[in-house]
């Protein structure tokens, strides 16, 4: 059986570095305080992160991402 797993997008500096502070236990309203921007933002970076490297719990995309090496 073949399953057709989609290439995994880039994802931007902002998201990876929204992973980053998500990894040492911020909160989204936490994060976005830091880098000025609002919680929502924050909240939609979480979810394109999520998407592009198929997760659907925050502790699964920072598992996710130090595995590939976007993070450290």
């Not at 992973?19 to 000025?36: C, P």
């Not at 609002?38 to 970076?45: D, E, G, I, N, Q």
Request: with cysteine; proline share 3%; aromatic share 4%.
């Amino acid at each position: 059986m073949n399953v057709h797993v989609p290439p995994m997008r880039d994802l931007s500096r902002r998201e990876v570095e929204v992973v980053r502070w998500l990894a040492e236990g911020k909160s989204a309203d936490e994060i976005g305080t830091m880098l000025g921007i609002a919680t929502y933002t924050v909240r939609s970076h979480i979810a394109n992160c999520m998407k592009a490297l198929d997760v659907h719990k925050d502790t699964a995309l920072v598992a996710s991402a130090f595995r590939k090496g976007l993070i450290t």
